[in-house]
């Protein structure tokens, strides 16, 4: 066996590959399992990963596992709602950077608990944590008055809060914030600040009550208290980061037909359309998310936007299909010639979505080391080895 049998593990050199997925369906969220949500190939899940996969539906296993399903899958929704405010000298590139990057280490904390990989999994729910409060502080800073800021942090690293001062800076500047009780912001404010300080011991020196040995009783296996300790844990922090993002994004509440006013192009993020909706209601519950709809309803930020797109003009059956004409052209979809509009709006939605990914993560420099030349590597190795 060469190295050529290792190529479909391994990006191809100078390759840049973001995938999106879409969809759109009327009624209830489709019911995938977690490793499907997560893009895993089913073929790349171990053993233990199919045999939790493999049990009755109403078991406590699948209950818990569920439930982080409907926790990630409503979080990442709120990237279908992001705009671009438009600033003078401010690049649309890396905009959203830090929430795209939280998705990253969310996924991988879920990907590694279905590998089994318990104590990676805690420890990446750290910088989900860090990554998901940051994108909403310099949402809460930047928005109105421009993103110079943001920029200068993400160039040069200077700016960055520590996390209490931004959860607690944050979350009551936000556009829904106005709309909830304020004890309800201030209970959220110190669920954060809690879950964070437990997310810590993970990152830093366990105590012995903490340590993931403890709990499992040995290394090499989990004990069952691993098992649901890690998806309730998770599982909460998301749903508590997702009631934040609701605060930044209210209109995710708020649902329209897109397609009506603006067929198969239009603004960036801005409004929701059902499938957005459906994914927080399935998380919330529906008794949860009317009372939410109901104290954000007469924000200002709501009422704004939904009277904004009101007075957009209501497109005809002919000047839908126009637009579809021009972006699958624009885009250079592989099968511009589908009449279903369900299917179109779903090729749109994961043509929008991986176009987001790639627009967040930008970054052309170099890595390090590429820079190195070959002929050197010699001596940099003996000068590692040389004490």
Not at 246 to 262: D, E, G, N
Not at 313 to 321: D, G, H, K, N
Request: proline content about 7%.
């Amino acid at each position: 066996m060469g190295p050529d049998n290792l190529d479909e593990h391994f990006q191809a050199e100078g390759e840049f590959r973001f995938i999106g997925l879409g969809e759109h369906f009327h009624d209830t969220p489709p019911d995938v399992p977690l490793w499907q949500l997560l893009l895993v190939p089913e073929n790349d899940l171990k053993k233990f990963a199919r045999d939790v996969a493999a049990e009755p539906a109403d078991s406590v296993y699948q209950s818990e596992l569920t439930r982080l399903r409907n926790a990630v899958a409503a979080y990442t929704q709120f990237q279908d709602v992001m705009a671009i405010a438009a600033h003078p000298g401010d690049p649309v590139e890396n905009r959203h950077y830090c929430y795209f990057q939280s998705l990253v280490y969310l996924r991988e904390s879920a990907v590694s608990f279905l590998d089994k990989n318990v104590l990676a999994a805690f420890t990446l729910m750290r910088p989900f944590l860090e990554l998901s409060v940051l994108h909403l502080y310099w949402f809460a800073r930047c928005e109105l008055s421009g993103y110079k800021p943001f920029y200068q942090w993400l160039e040069i690293g200077a700016g960055k809060p520590p996390f209490r001062n931004a959860v607690e800076q944050t979350l009551p500047q936000l556009p829904g914030s106005e709309g909830v009780p304020t004890d309800r912001v201030a209970r959220l404010v110190e669920t954060l600040l809690h879950i964070y300080k437990g997310a810590s011991a993970y990152n830093h020196s366990p105590g012995l009550d903490e340590s993931i040995v403890t709990v499992s009783r040995g290394i090499e296996r989990m004990s069952r208290d691993t098992f649901f300790f890690y998806l309730i844990w998770a599982s909460a922090l998301v749903t508590q980061i997702t009631f934040s993002y609701i605060l930044a994004y209210p209109m995710i509440l708020f649902p329209v037909s897109r397609v009506t006013k603006f067929g198969f192009g239009g603004p960036i993020g801005m409004f929701s359309e059902h499938q957005q909706f459906a994914y927080i209601e399935r998380l919330l519950g529906r008794e949860s998310t009317s009372r939410l709809r109901e104290s954000l309803r007469n924000s200002p930020h709501v009422v704004a936007l939904l009277d904004q797109f009101e007075s957009w003009p209501t497109l005809s059956r002919s000047e839908i299909e126009q637009s579809w004409d021009r972006e699958s052209r624009h885009r250079k979809w592989r099968e511009p010639n589908h009449v279903a509009l369900d299917h179109r709006l779903a090729m749109k939605h994961g043509s929008d979505r991986s176009m987001h990914l790639a627009m967040n993560n930008l970054y052309l420099e170099p890595p390090p080391g590429h820079d190195i030349p070959e002929e050197a590597l010699p001596e940099l190795d003996k000068l590692m080895r040389d004490w």
